[in-house]
């Protein structure tokens, strides 16, 4: 993960917990609570064996208006995905649509290349990636809707978002 980090934030950084799922519970709005503001957060979702997640330098913020951050230093990474693939890290290719901000949906890179919506309220689920859309898609990928999280939609084991103090 640092080789992943190390071109955005440097080699030296220290990483704080602003969100952690099994903690914090499924509520976007405490996410949102946690994380707006926050420059700099890395968010690391795990869905069974599959460990993946993305990288912003802009802050999240809780917005009734569904509006999108821009920036070219955004990515989204897989550790360990669905169709065996090596780690890999995925540049923002639209940059104007690097993440989307909503206070009805967690941390979301792209339109829905990586879509964390946990409501606890109402139990529903709308997780999902539709990779490719936002973010570049790495060659040899066959299915860019299981290729993250092995399933489309998926539940979340874990989500946790750390951002750089």
Not at 17 to 27: I, K, P, V
Not at 70 to 97: D, G
Request: glycine share 8%.
């Amino acid at each position: 993960m640092h080789l992943f980090l190390a071109p955005e934030v440097g080699n030296i950084s220290q990483w704080l917990l602003c969100y952690r799922q099994s903690s914090h519970g499924d509520l976007d709005s405490t996410f949102h609570k946690n994380c707006d503001g926050k420059e700099n957060t890395v968010t690391i979702v795990k869905e069974k064996e599959f460990v993946f997640g993305g990288y912003t330098d802009l802050p999240w913020e809780s917005t009734n208006n569904k509006e999108y951050g821009s920036t070219s230093k955004a990515f989204i990474f897989s550790l360990h995905n669905n169709e065996k693939l090596a780690p890999f890290k995925s540049m923002v290719r639209n940059p104007e649509r690097a993440i989307y901000r909503y206070q009805w949906y967690g941390p979301t890179f792209g339109t829905q290349d990586l879509l964390i919506d946990k409501d606890g309220n109402s139990g529903s689920n709308k997780t999902i990636t539709n990779f490719g859309i936002d973010y570049f898609l790495p060659k040899n990928v066959t299915n860019r809707t299981t290729i993250l999280a092995g399933v489309y939609p998926f539940h979340p084991d874990e989500v946790e978002v750390f951002y750089l103090n």
